[in-house]
């Protein structure tokens, strides 16, 4: 991947210890999907290393990375918070 811009991603503990990955598009599903009031996030996600052999498809590892993703756009948030720049 030389010359791909990227942030990458690397799991350092738990089951999937020592992956590395980035997302990609990060939105949110339609209204018609709504769960209640609110609305399940959709993102993409590519695996750039995954030397243990792990199902980086199954629904346990896009929950346990879309648990991460919602932290850093939740810190992303309260920085621009702190910069003034709501």
């Known amino acids: 991947m030389p010359g ?18 980035k997302y990609g598009n990060v939105g949110f599903a339609p209204e018609t ?23 980086t498809d199954s629904q346990e590892f896009i929950d346990h990375i879309g648990d991460i993703l919602v932290v850093l756009l939740d810190e992303k ?6 910069d003034g720049k709501n």
């Open 33 to 55: 999907e709504a769960v209640g009031e609110k609305l399940p996030m959709k993102f993409d996600y590519t695996i750039i290393e995954n030397k243990i052999q792990a199902d």
């Open 77 to 82: 948030m309260k920085e621009r918070e702190l």
């Open 4 to 21: 791909e811009d990227f942030t990458g991603l690397k799991l350092i503990s738990g089951p999937y210890s020592h992956i590395v990955y």
